[in-house]
């Protein structure tokens, strides 16, 4: 979850999300050597007394200055597009979640071997215990194993939601009548969090997201269990 | 006794010529600047943390910790 006062992005826990990060980084340093030239430029037209405005021909300057964005946006685009593929790679999920977006909660189904099927609602602000993170714990969260690749169905029962852990680098959007799916693997055990991203009516704010990443023995312990319990 | 004559053309060109390097070499530095402060130290930290990972240990303080739902701590 975010820090706070935080500004940047949260720590990477997948291996996508660390891709996005240094691309992020890749395209600043672009933007800051741009913005510190048009900077210096601007500077240096306010302080001239050389004020003539009839300039004819700049034919040079013309082609310096769409030469050198082109081959600046040809800079961005390789690692941008390498991203993408990246995440579109084929990657054979051990674990297929479906995450049903609802006015105003989620609802998970594990349905690869049983039928388990939960609903996910925000602890409200007043039940919490210490510790607890207001506005993003839930009462069930998404346990899935660690360090194994699992692909998530998208789609919402009725209105539009997004589903989005930013530390994953998933965001993908409810869309009823209609299955997204999304994939990740995550590269540590922990606790992530993440929030609807769909304005979806009042309680859009209250509908957070849970992933609790586990090793494998532990997540079919957690499995049998809510099985059992179901 | 006759004043040397101004300059009277190149004006721009020669503000220019002193500017224009300043402005790309103050930019160039800017992004080198931001890949050698921010960009490296950052991809070396997440090499760092990788690097010397044990996540069965670094799991087994998070559920002693207690922040696991589908975990208990040991004790309990």
């Known amino acids: ?230 | 006794m006759s004043l040397a004559k101004p300059m009277m053309r190149g004006l721009l060109a020669k503000r220019l010529r002193f500017h224009l390097p300043i402005a790309f070499g103050l930019s160039f530095v800017a992004a080198i600047a931001f890949k050698y402060m921010v960009t490296e130290p950052r991809k070396q930290a997440y090499a760092d943390f990788y690097k010397q990972y044990d996540s069965v240990k670094e799991f087994n303080a998070m559920r002693e910790a207690g922040i696991f739902q589908s975990v208990r701590p040991s004790g309990e």
């Open chain 1, 1 to 230: 979850m975010a820090h706070p006062s935080q500004l940047g992005f949260q720590d990477a826990a997948s291996p996508i999300m660390e891709e996005l990060l240094h691309f992020h980084d890749h395209a600043l340093m672009i933007v800051f050597l741009i913005s510190t030239l048009v900077l210096y430029i601007i500077v240096a037209m306010v302080t001239t007394k050389l004020t003539n405005k009839f300039i004819l021909d700049s034919q040079e300057i013309e082609i310096i200055w769409t030469l050198l964005p082109a081959i600046i946006l040809i800079l961005i685009a390789l690692p941008s597009l390498r991203i993408l593929y990246l995440m579109d790679e084929i990657n054979d999920p051990h674990l297929t979640i479906k995450a049903m977006g609802h006015q105003w909660y989620w609802s998970y189904e594990y349905t690869d071997y049983e039928d388990l099927g939960f609903d996910s609602y925000m602890i409200p602000t007043q039940d919490l215990t210490p510790g607890q993170f207001r506005l993003l714990e839930t009462d069930h969260r998404m346990v899935i194993p660690v360090e194994s690749p699992i692909r998530v169905l998208v789609s919402a029962e009725d209105v539009l939601h997004s589903w989005a852990v930013p530390s994953l680098g998933v965001k993908m959007d409810a869309v009823p009548g209609r299955l997204n799916q999304t994939a990740f693997i995550t590269s540590r055990p922990g606790v992530f969090y993440g929030q609807c991203s769909e304005i979806c009516g009042a309680n859009h704010s209250f509908m957070p997201i849970v992933v609790e990443a586990v090793p494998l023995e532990y997540f079919e312990n957690w499995s049998f269990l809510m099985l059992q319990d179901a």
